[in-house]
């Protein structure tokens, strides 16, 4: 067999994570594999390492090679030392210094300084054939990536998500979003917001995360219909999530203990997240943590099963005390593959997926007895979570596969179009 020759130079896109690998951003993970096979080669830049147990078997079928940055400059002064010897001769070292003493005098933090240092790093360790830097979220890795893209005289993008949309000042906004060839987010809301703050509006695009309904077949029929009369057969209400504020899951907590005390329901958790302990305690308090199971964060072979075995999805999202939100939640789109009933609450990107009324039930964040009532009226009604079920589903393979919004993304990194299948016989 005769050997591949090495990759041209600049043919080679570095997409900066804050973390990688890591279970609750499926949605990247399976937004690199599917641009892979695309023909797109990337390689992986992660500020952080892994932290989460498991790994999800399409972080396996992954190819990109990763290059783990320093997580503290602290940790790594020598190579950060030698990094910076080596950078302050690139010839956009002035320029990338300027631009982050300007962003250091508005934002004076260690994380600012971090940030540069990475940059340094990335800068003189990065491959020689990688052409062009995206980012991963519009704050830390996107910082990273702007600063080393200085450095280099490389074009970078961006996709932005949700809490790094919300959290940071709309002068890093304006700036990132000014310096980006081309930025993308996931949510009308999101969109808006970017366009308005862009130098042009059409610098920002629209584009869905969906998934990949390959990973996420259609269940078979539920055989049995649980209504919520019987004690020995519980009406099983599922929620995947991280256990932070933004999730809401001490409003669903206190809305849980708001059933009815004749009704059966069970509650399960998967995810992990530093509120656990204390949303456990909160159960007891309630007085429901026998009727809960916590399951943890777990890998996606798992989730599908969860969600196969439940009888409805519930996510209680709302927006922090600091900005962060949701923006489109995978896990809805993922439990209306799988043919869930969904209740959540009217969050913009939610309400983009959710038809109230339609394919699921919204209420408004925060509101403990809606959500209560929402649960109970479903849990008594396997027929309508059944036509709310089938309504969701239905919707999510008309307009939420992936496939569409790769189809989007490869354009855009410059990837030929798709080979008609015609053509292709």
């Given at each position: 067999?005769?050997?591949?020759?090495?990759p041209?130079?600049?043919?080679?896109?570095?997409?900066?994570?804050?973390?990688?690998p890591?279970?609750?951003?499926?949605?990247?993970?399976?937004?690199?594999?599917?641009?892979?096979?695309?023909?797109?080669?990337?390689?992986?830049?992660?500020?952080?390492?892994?932290?989460?147990?498991?790994?999800?078997?399409?972080?396996?079928?992954?190819?990109?090679p990763?290059?783990?940055?320093?997580?503290?400059?602290?940790?790594?002064?020598?190579?950060?030392?030698?990094?910076?010897?080596?950078?302050?001769?690139?010839?956009?070292y002035?320029?990338?210094?300027?631009?982050?003493?300007?962003?250091?005098?508005?934002?004076?933090?260690?994380?600012?300084?971090?940030?540069?240092?990475?940059?340094?790093?990335?800068?003189?360790?990065?491959?020689?054939?990688?052409?062009?830097?995206?980012?991963?979220?519009?704050?830390?890795?996107?910082?990273?990536?702007?600063?080393?893209?200085?450095?280099?005289?490389?074009?970078?993008?961006?996709?932005?998500?949700?809490?790094?949309?919300?959290?940071?000042?709309?002068?890093?906004?304006?700036?990132?979003?000014?310096a980006?060839?081309?930025?993308?987010?996931?949510?009308?809301?999101?969109?808006?917001h970017?366009?308005?703050?862009?130098?042009?509006?059409d610098?920002?695009?629209?584009?869905?995360?969906?998934?990949?309904?390959?990973?996420?077949?259609?269940?078979?029929?539920?055989?049995?219909?649980?209504?919520?009369?019987?004690?020995?057969?519980?009406?099983?209400?599922?929620?995947?999530?991280?256990?932070?504020?933004?999730?809401?899951?001490?409003?669903?907590?206190?809305?849980?203990?708001l059933?009815?005390?004749?009704?059966?329901?069970?509650?399960?958790?998967?995810?992990?997240?530093?509120?656990?302990?204390?949303l456990?305690?909160?159960a007891?308090?309630?007085?429901?943590?026998?009727?809960?199971?916590?399951?943890?964060?777990?890998?996606?072979?798992?989730?599908?099963?969860?969600?196969?075995?439940?009888?409805?999805?519930?996510?209680?999202?709302?927006?922090?005390?600091?900005?962060?939100?949701?923006?489109?939640?995978?896990?809805?789109?993922?439990?209306?593959?799988?043919?869930?009933?969904?209740?959540?609450?009217?969050?913009?990107?939610?309400?983009?997926?959710?038809?109230?009324?339609?394919s699921?039930?919204?209420?408004?964040?925060?509101?403990?007895?809606?959500?209560?009532?929402?649960?109970?009226?479903?849990?008594?009604?396997?027929?309508?979570?059944?036509?709310?079920?089938?309504?969701?589903?239905a919707?999510?393979?008309?307009?939420?596969?992936?496939?569409?919004?790769?189809?989007?993304?490869?354009?855009?990194?410059?990837?030929p179009?798709p080979?008609?299948?015609?053509?292709?016989?």
């Amino acid at each position: 067999m005769t050997p591949l020759s090495p990759p041209a130079p600049g043919t080679r896109v570095a997409f900066v994570l804050k973390g990688y690998p890591r279970l609750s951003e499926t949605f990247i993970a399976q937004e690199i594999l599917a641009l892979e096979r695309r023909g797109l080669a990337i390689d992986i830049i992660s500020l952080r390492h892994p932290t989460d147990r498991y790994r999800h078997p399409v972080h396996a079928a992954i190819a990109a090679p990763v290059l783990y940055l320093p997580e503290y400059l602290k940790d790594e002064p020598r190579r950060v030392w030698a990094s910076w010897r080596r950078a302050r001769h690139l010839p956009g070292y002035s320029e990338a210094r300027r631009a982050w003493l300007r962003d250091l005098v508005r934002d004076p933090t260690p994380n600012r300084i971090r940030r540069f240092g990475q940059a340094l790093v990335l800068a003189v360790e990065m491959a020689p054939e990688i052409g062009r830097l995206h980012a991963h979220f519009l704050h830390t890795p996107a910082s990273v990536a702007r600063y080393t893209a200085l450095l280099r005289g490389l074009p970078w993008s961006v996709s932005a998500h949700a809490k790094d949309i919300w959290t940071i000042s709309d002068w890093e906004k304006r700036e990132k979003l000014a310096a980006a060839e081309w930025a993308v987010t996931c949510t009308a809301e999101g969109h808006r917001h970017l366009a308005a703050l862009a130098p042009a509006p059409d610098r920002v695009a629209l584009c869905y995360h969906g998934i990949d309904l390959g990973r996420f077949p259609p269940p078979s029929r539920r055989e049995v219909e649980r209504d919520g009369s019987d004690a020995a057969r519980p009406v099983v209400l599922l929620s995947v999530g991280r256990a932070v504020p933004k999730k809401g899951y001490d409003d669903l907590l206190a809305a849980l203990a708001l059933l009815p005390p004749g009704l059966a329901w069970r509650f399960v958790h998967v995810g992990g997240g530093g509120l656990r302990r204390r949303l456990q305690q909160q159960a007891r308090r309630l007085g429901i943590e026998s009727r809960i199971e916590w399951h943890g964060a777990r890998p996606q072979p798992d989730v599908l099963a969860a969600y196969r075995d439940a009888d409805l999805f519930v996510l209680a999202a709302k927006i922090g005390r600091d900005g962060d939100r949701d923006g489109l939640p995978n896990v809805l789109v993922e439990a209306q593959s799988q043919g869930l009933a969904c209740v959540a609450t009217r969050l913009p990107g939610i309400a983009e997926l959710i038809l109230d009324g339609r394919s699921g039930l919204l209420v408004p964040p925060g509101d403990r007895r809606a959500l209560a009532a929402a649960l109970a009226a479903l849990i008594r009604d396997p027929a309508r979570r059944r036509r709310l079920a089938a309504a969701g589903m239905a919707r999510v393979a008309r307009e939420f596969d992936m496939h569409d919004g790769i189809e989007g993304l490869a354009a855009m990194f410059g990837l030929p179009g798709p080979i008609p299948a015609q053509a292709a016989e």
